[in-house]
């Protein structure tokens, strides 16, 4: 092989470790459309964790990064900070037209720029309708992180990406 070629292959090598990786499962199919303009309701899950760990904010980071998402479409958004099932939502907000359930699965923020290990999420969102009663929408979504972090990613960055996605394929 030569130099040439060994320079190729690191390049891409470097590169393929440069970038965030992201899976979306959908867990039932929208039948039809969403609404622009409509109220969205969204719980605010329970923080991740991973083994003993609990990642304190991620409940939070969660639901804000599914508000960024729904508020490229309505401007009539509430987090409730105090809910975390539809149960809840429907009581503490009958008034919402759409109400979503963020569920953290796993949340893992590893030293990757040192041990070579991902940080890892995966994300369950559930949407259900008026009413509360039936899910309409529903995706689980994981990511990893890129291995060339540098230092600055955690498992909040591999948010606001897959979730704006699946928002998207919703409107």
């Known amino acids: 092989m030569t130099t040439k070629h060994s320079t190729i292959l690191l ?18 199919a929208s039948e039809s459309s969403l609404i622009s303009g409509k109220r969205v309701v969204i719980a605010t899950p329970e923080n991740g964790s991973y083994g003993s760990e609990r990642y304190s904010s991620s409940g939070a980071s969660t639901a804000s990064a599914v508000q960024a998402a729904f508020a490229r479409h309505t401007s009539d958004l509430v987090v409730s900070t105090e809910c975390r099932n539809i149960a809840c939502l429907r009581e503490k907000h009958p008034d919402g037209f759409y109400f979503v359930v963020p569920l953290i699965l796993h949340w893992e923020d590893r030293a990757t720029e040192w041990s070579g290990k991902k940080d890892r999420i995966e994300i369950k969102i559930s ?44 409107y």
């Open 11 to 28: 390049v891409c090598a470097l590169a393929a470790g440069c970038t965030s990786t992201y899976q979306q499962r959908p867990t039932i």
């Open 127 to 170: 949407i259900y309708g008026a009413t509360g009663d039936q899910e309409i929408a529903g995706t689980l979504i994981g990511g990893k992180s890129k291995w060339a972090t540098f230092g600055g990613d955690h498992p909040q960055d591999l948010l606001p990406e897959p979730i704006q996605t699946y928002v998207e394929t919703l």
